[in-house]
């Protein structure tokens, strides 16, 4: 069965920090994975997708599937980057996604 | 804006009761998605509708259904409600059910049941 792990609950970190999301992932098959980001209870927005290798917003992750992780990191936090953060699996038999429970990042200043 | 429109924002509602809540997919998804968010179970799977027809269940009880009609909006059913039914249900669309495709989200439908 697929599982996604966010071992953090909540990440707190001062403005100007590195921070790192952890995402690990359980799928038997050629994963798909995204981060979703959710600020105060509105909609999940699409943060990054591991196929386009972008960089959004100053985050990146990198798939590494040796270690079944896709961790979110950037290398200098914003206050306006605490939000819930979400790692998601597409499951590629229906396209439905499997998230993880979710990290609250909160930035202080 | 993602596109993706859900009607009720809010809704409280007694137990034992039946809501239905509405989405409306953006324009040229066929594929429609319901999750629902609380705070001890998070973001769970609950049912997706491709073009009409039921395509992947997840974790939806008995006393929940859906369905999507021609027009491609998508409609979800609780009935006799709990007090546990209280959470954030979200709606998410596609345009269709491939690798590639992105799923955005609606603003979802808070649910509380009293």
């Known amino acids: 069965a697929q599982r996604v792990t966010q071992p953090e609950k909540l990440l707190s970190v001062f403005k100007g920090a590195p921070v790192e999301l952890k995402c690990n992932y359980s799928?038997?098959?050629?994963?798909?994975l995204f981060w979703y980001v959710q600020y105060s209870r509105q909609r999940l927005q699409l943060l990054l997708r591991?196929?386009s290798r972008e960089s959004i917003k100053g985050f990146t992750a990198d798939l590494n599937k040796g270690e079944t992780s896709f961790h979110l990191k950037k290398p200098f936090a914003q206050e306006e980057d605490s939000a819930m953060y979400y790692c998601?699996?597409?499951?590629?038999?229906?396209?439905?996604?499997?998230f993880g429970k979710g990290t609250m990042l909160l930035v202080s200043p | 804006d993602s596109g993706v429109t859900q009607t009720p924002k809010h809704l409280i509602t007694a137990t034992g009761q039946r809501v239905t809540l509405r989405c409306s997919p953006r324009?040229?998804?066929?594929?429609v998605y319901w999750y629902q968010q609380s705070l001890d179970q998070g973001l769970q799977f609950l049912i997706q509708?491709?073009?009409?027809?039921?395509?992947a269940k997840g974790n939806i009880l008995e006393r929940f259904s859906a369905q999507q009609f021609p027009d491609l909006h998508s409609e979800l059913n609780l009935s006799s409600l709990e007090l546990g039914d209280s959470a954030l249900y979200f709606c998410?669309?596609?345009?269709?059910?491939?690798?590639?495709?992105?799923?955005?989200f609606g603003e979802g439908s808070w649910l509380t049941v009293v």
């Open positions: 324009s040229g998804d066929l594929s």
């Open positions: 591991h196929i």
């Open positions: 799928y038997s098959g050629s994963p798909e």
């Open positions: 509708y491709y073009n009409g027809e039921e395509r």
């Open positions: 998601a699996l597409k499951n590629s038999g229906y396209s439905t996604l499997t």
């Open positions: 998410a669309s596609s345009v269709g059910t491939g690798v590639f495709n992105t799923i955005y």
